[in-house]
């Protein structure tokens, strides 16, 4: 395996520091300390926070992006009916929730992004436009097999958002929700319980559209 430059692990180091504290708080000199690096390190390789910041973040999208790749964006290229659609939008879904619950890094991914999509579009909009396209127009494809009525682009964005956001929902919360502090893996029971939810959850936002409500 190829060993990860100091580039590559102080970005690595660096994003659950962000994940905690958000970008506002997390100075470069806290960041250092955190790390236990030399500042003058990090901003040998990164001049900026917001230079650093924008590395994490094209950092976790990368990462997301190889795994929505095999589990959503090329099933979504021989679908041909609703059914077809319906079961890879459940699957792909229910899969990335599962995988940010059992995966510490990739949960730390999820939630950076979902802090930087909400609070700091200004600084990682050039980055993420790149990556959440494909991703809005695969998602916005599957669901024209299953409507039944033609949508705005205001309708079909909320309906994008609502069965994503069932993911980031639960990402989130787990630890309040279940108990745990979800700092590893998540017992089995746990996973088939966040399983049959998502999962039903979807059933109705999936019915509800293919129903034209």
Do not use: W
Request: glycine letters at 2%; one cysteine or more.
């Amino acid at each position: 395996m190829k060993k990860a430059s100091k580039k590559d692990q102080i970005i690595a180091d660096v994003i659950p520091v962000f994940v905690e504290l958000g970008y506002s708080n997390a100075t470069m000199r806290l960041i250092a300390s955190r790390l236990d690096m030399n500042l003058s390190l990090i901003t040998y390789y990164f001049d900026t926070k917001e230079k650093l910041y924008t590395s994490c973040v094209d950092k976790s999208m990368s990462t997301l992006m190889d795994f929505i790749e095999v589990r959503l964006l090329e099933p979504a290229k021989e679908v041909t009916d609703k059914q077809q659609a319906e079961e890879i939008l459940l699957q792909s879904i229910v899969q990335y929730t599962i995988k940010a619950l059992t995966d510490k890094t990739f949960r730390d991914y999820t939630k950076l992004l979902d802090r930087s999509l909400i609070e700091y579009d200004a600084i990682v909009n050039n980055v993420t436009s790149d990556y959440l396209e494909p991703v809005y127009s695969t998602l916005s494809k599957l669901l024209n097999f299953i409507s039944q009525r033609q949508r705005s682009d205001r309708e079909l964005f909320l309906q994008v958002y609502s069965l994503v956001g069932l993911a980031t929902i639960f990402i989130r919360d787990y630890p309040f929700v279940f108990k745990g502090d979800c700092s590893g893996s998540i017992s089995e029971s746990d996973q088939q319980i966040v399983e049959q939810v998502i999962s039903s959850h979807l059933k109705v936002l999936i019915s509800t559209i293919s129903s034209g409500i």
